[in-house]
């Protein structure tokens, strides 16, 4: 894909337990995945509002 092996996977993998700390790891996994399911929901246009217009009589 970008030309990554896997000893250039360990290294940025090492320094990003180094950066953040192994506790914290989980946390950034769980608000990534949130930010690339919302950011889908976004680019598809899924949620935008339907407001019902009332009838006037």
């Keep these: 894909m970008f030309g990554f092996?896997?000893?250039e996977m360990v290294i940025i993998?090492?320094?990003v337990v180094v950066l953040f700390g192994g506790n914290r790891?989980?946390?950034l996994g769980g608000a990534l995945g949130k930010s690339i399911k919302n950011f889908?929901?976004?680019s598809t246009g899924k949620d935008e509002l339907?407001?019902?217009q009332k009838k006037n009589s």
């Design 25 to 27: 790891l989980p946390e």
């Design 40 to 42: 889908r929901q976004a």
């Design 5 to 7: 092996g896997m000893p």
């Design 50 to 52: 339907e407001i019902p």
């Design 13 to 15: 993998l090492v320094i």
